[in-house]
């Protein structure tokens, strides 16, 4: 399997999240060939601002996987993870990183800030940006645009 692959697994988990109209961001974490864990967005259901799709996989892969140390494992996830999410990618010791769209408002792996790249850190992951980037945007730019017209037109 490939990336373009795993991260279309991922966009495709990211199609829940409307579901519940939740912003369409999915994830999947895969080890070897393997997906251990898969998310979606999370925080409108659930009501908790911690529940992004990065964060859910990562605590699903870990306890798949029986350990915190996320070590052999690449997430994909849909859109730039923000900072909390890319500081969970540090603290969980993942080796590599893939995800489709920039975030330039929020993105702190490239756009804001580069945690997971930051050297001053304990650790460092591999990022490969851009994958499948056009899918991954229009998800957002259609939930968005849904959420600006008016009610009857829904």
């Not at 912003?23 to 992004?52: L, Q």
């Not at 990065?54 to 996320?70: H, K, M, N, P, Y």
Request: glycine fraction near 6%.
């Amino acid at each position: 399997m490939d990336d373009v692959t795993w991260m279309r697994e991922a966009i495709a988990e990211a199609e829940l999240a409307s579901a519940h109209d939740d912003v369409p961001i999915g994830a999947v974490v895969v080890r070897g060939d393997e997906v251990v864990a898969r998310a979606h967005n999370r925080r409108e259901v659930d009501a908790d601002p911690t529940a992004h799709a990065e964060i859910l996989a990562l605590r699903q892969a870990a306890d798949v996987v029986g350990s915190w140390r996320l070590a052999g494992c690449t997430l994909y996830v849909t859109l730039e993870p923000c900072t909390m999410c890319a500081g969970a990618l540090v603290l969980a010791r993942l080796p590599r990183l893939v995800f489709a769209a920039d975030d330039p408002k929020a993105g702190a792996v490239g756009a804001l800030y580069d945690i997971p790249r930051d050297p001053r850190l304990n650790h460092t992951v591999t990022v490969v940006r851009g994958v499948e980037a056009e899918a991954g945007a229009a998800l957002l730019r259609e939930f968005f645009a849904a959420r600006r017209r008016p009610r009857a037109s829904r």
